[in-house]
């Protein structure tokens, strides 16, 4: 039942922005935190950012610290990420992720199929 949904991602050339999002289902998203990872080509997952269950604290990679910004809109069970300022090494599939158990951050219980974000020139 659980569904993760990523939309948002596309080409874009550095130093530009992109925003994107994750619609949730099946699960009582106001209960969860969320997180995003992202998969460069060749390379494993990284940890890129999360935040707790009202939104009012976050995390960030010191990859992307000060240039993205995750939020969450509970009330359209919504996940967002704002991708300003980007580098073409951030070329990666994006993924949202729901844990497994509530009031933590890991282990992962699920994530959606992903939205490719292309930094280029």
């Known amino acids: 039942q659980v569904q993760l949904v990523e939309s948002g991602g596309g080409l874009v050339q550095p130093g530009g922005s992109l925003r994107l999002s994750c619609a949730a289902s099946?699960?009582?998203?106001?209960?969860?935190?969320m997180s995003w990872v992202r998969q460069a080509p060749g390379k494993g997952l990284e940890w890129v950012s999360d935040?707790?269950?009202?939104?009012?604290?976050?995390f960030y990679s010191e990859s992307v610290n000060g240039r993205f910004t995750i939020s969450r809109d509970n009330a359209k069970n919504t996940l967002h990420l704002q991708m300003n300022s980007l580098k073409p090494e951030d070329t990666a599939v994006y993924y949202c992720?729901?844990?497994?158990?509530?009031?933590?951050?890991?282990?992962?219980?699920?994530w959606g199929q992903g939205t490719q974000v292309t930094v280029s020139s």
């Open positions: 992720v729901k844990p497994y158990w509530r009031a933590t951050y890991y282990p992962p219980g699920y």
């Open positions: 099946g699960f009582t998203f106001a209960d969860f935190c």
């Open positions: 935040i707790n269950v009202g939104g009012s604290t976050t």
